[in-house]
């Protein structure tokens, strides 16, 4: 119930292409969805948020899809860059609760240049 | 931009030692939490503070941890006596009052256990 499913592990990506990576929930009362980029040796840093009242959200390169009655998200980073390489993580939590994220696995992307 | 600190960046203990994890929390934020990722694996809960005491707590957050905000800016993690299975990187998170769903992580202290 507390679990968020992430897909795929891994993923290489040429330049300019697009990277997607999916997640999944089980428990409905989750309503927020970060995803944050984390760099080798570094702490997670928000990337992009989004709540279940909204399909998609798009900040630049970045955009969350949102399918509540499938209980998926998924990120997509248009226009892949070699610097966007990195590990992804998607989270959920509860805003009624303590607000503590429950992660996904990870997805650790490499984009070619 | 403010950003959430914390300190050692790295930390080495026998099996069996006391080990303080430190944060400092960005200014005005009121929510903050631990959580840690054992080499290669995901990002998992540990704890929640707020308003001086513990809000959540996980199932790995045993009698061996406790959470202390001594002086208003720091925030530690202690583990009383270490394990094996403790090596890990620890991370601090804050989030503020408006936003709070937000939240800001620190560098990590990667914790290697002997």
């Known amino acids: 119930q507390q679990q968020v499913k992430q897909s795929p592990q891994s993923l290489i990506v040429q330049k300019g292409g697009i990277s997607i990576i999916n997640c999944a929930y089980e428990n409905t009362a989750f309503d927020y969805f970060p995803w944050y980029q984390q760099f080798p040796g570094k702490g997670p840093a928000l990337l992009i948020a989004i709540r279940p009242d909204v399909s998609e959200k798009k900040e630049g390169r970045f955009t969350i899809s949102f399918n509540k009655s499938a209980k998926q998200f998924s990120l997509h980073i248009m226009d892949s860059q070699p610097g966007d390489s990195a590990t992804y993580f998607c989270?959920?939590?509860?805003?009624?609760?303590?607000?503590?994220?429950?992660f996904g696995t990870g997805t650790r992307l490499k984009v070619l240049a | 931009e403010p950003e959430v600190t914390q300190t050692p960046s790295h930390q080495v203990t026998q099996m069996g030692q006391e080990v303080i994890l430190r944060c400092v929390p960005i200014s005005n934020h009121l929510y903050f939490y631990w959580y840690r990722q054992i080499l290669g694996q995901k990002v998992e809960f540990l704890v929640s503070f707020y308003n001086n005491e513990i809000s959540e707590k996980s199932e790995i957050f045993d009698d061996q941890f406790s959470v202390e905000r001594p002086d208003g800016s720091n925030f530690t993690l202690k583990i009383r006596s270490t394990k094996l299975e403790d090596s890990a990187m620890y991370f601090c998170?804050?989030?503020?009052?408006?936003?709070?769903?937000?939240?800001?992580f620190g560098p990590g202290t990667r914790l290697l256990v002997l």
């Open positions: 998170a804050s989030s503020p009052e408006w936003g709070k769903e937000t939240q800001y």
């Open positions: 989270a959920a939590s509860m805003t009624s609760g303590t607000y503590k994220y429950i």
